[in-house]
C-alpha cells in the first residue's frame, strides 16, 4: 500500500535562507507525487507535481522538489525562503487506482524575520 | 474562474446531531473528493465521486456519507455527530477522470465543531 512519510513535523528558518522539506513515499510503481501548501485556515493549494520525465520538477512560488527513485525521496526545497512561504507543508502520492491520495502528516514552516 | 466552493465555513453541532456540508467545484469539474483534516490524523480520504457515482470510499464509519449531483455539486452528511468527528472538512474537485495524474484544487474547508 502506498504511504507517505514527512520526518520533520516542524522547521524554523531565517527569511533568505535555503528550505528543504523531506518526503519520503512508499509505492511499487512509478508514483504520482505532490506538494500542496495549505495557509491557517485554508484550504490546500497545490505547488507542484512530479509523474514522469525530468526528475527535477519546478512548481509555484519559486519551489523544486527533486525525484530520487533510489532513495523513494521527493524533497521540496527553496533557495530563499520569504516571510509569506510560513505555512503547513504537505507531500502525497497518487493511489494506484487513480482517484485518491495519500498525504503526509504535514511539516509546519515558520520563518523568522 | 471561481474556484471550489464550501459552505458553511464554521459549523458548531451537538454530539448526536446530523450534518450536511456542500461543494460546489469548479465549473467543468466531474470529480468531487472529500477528506478530513485533524491535528492528530492528518489528512484522511472520505469518498471520491465522478459523474454522480462514488468510486471510492476511504475508511469511515457508515455514519459518514455522501452524494454528488447531476451538477458535480456534491454533499456530505456526517449522522450522530461525535466529539471526534470535530475537523476541517476539505473538498477537493479536478476536471480529470484520472486525479491522481494532475492533482486537485481545494477549497477552504468546513470547520465542524462538535460539542
Known amino acids: 500500500a502506498q504511504s507517505v512519510t514527512q520526518p520533520d513535523i516542524h522547521i524554523t528558518v531565517s527569511e533568505g535562507a535555503s528550505l528543504e522539506l523531506r518526503c519520503n513515499y512508499s509505492?511499487?510503481?512509478?508514483?504520482?507525487l505532490f506538494w500542496y501548501v495549505q495557509s491557517p485556515g485554508q484550504g490546500l493549494q497545490l505547488l507542484l507535481k512530479?509523474?514522469?520525465?525530468?526528475?527535477l520538477v519546478q512548481g509555484i512560488k519559486g519551489f523544486e522538489a527533486e525525484f530520487k527513485r533510489s532513495q523513494s525521496s521527493f524533497n521540496l526545497r527553496k533557495p530563499s525562503v520569504h516571510w509569506s512561504d510560513a505555512a503547513e507543508y504537505f507531500c502525497?502520492?497518487?493511489?494506484?487506482?487513480?482517484?485518491?491520495?495519500?498525504f503526509g502528516t504535514g511539516t509546519s514552516l515558520t520563518v523568522i524575520p | 474562474k471561481a474556484g471550489v466552493t464550501q459552505t458553511p465555513r464554521y459549523l458548531i453541532k451537538t454530539r448526536g446531531q446530523q450534518v450536511t456540508l456542500s461543494c460546489s467545484p469548479i465549473?467543468?469539474?466531474?470529480?468531487v473528493s472529500w477528506y478530513q483534516q485533524t491535528p492528530g490524523q492528518g489528512l484522511q480520504f472520505l469518498f471520491e465521486?465522478?459523474?454522480?457515482?462514488?468510486?471510492n470510499k476511504g475508511n469511515f464509519p457508515g455514519r459518514f456519507s455522501g452524494r454528488q449531483f447531476s451538477n458535480s455539486r456534491s454533499e456530505m452528511n456526517v449522522s450522530t455527530l461525535e466529539l471526534g468527528d470535530s475537523a476541517l472538512y476539505l473538498c477537493?474537485?479536478?476536471?480529470?477522470?484520472?486525479?491522481?495524474?494532475?492533482?486537485?484544487?481545494f477549497g477552504s474547508g468546513t470547520r465542524l465543531t462538535v460539542v
Open positions: 477537493a474537485s479536478s476536471p480529470y477522470a484520472q486525479v491522481t495524474n494532475y492533482g486537485y484544487t
Open positions: 509505492y511499487g510503481a512509478t508514483p504520482y
Open positions: 512530479y509523474f514522469s520525465g525530468d526528475t
Open positions: 502525497a502520492v497518487g493511489a494506484d487506482t487513480g482517484n485518491q491520495f495519500y
Open positions: 465549473s467543468g469539474h466531474r470529480s
Open positions: 465521486y465522478f459523474s454522480e457515482t462514488q468510486r
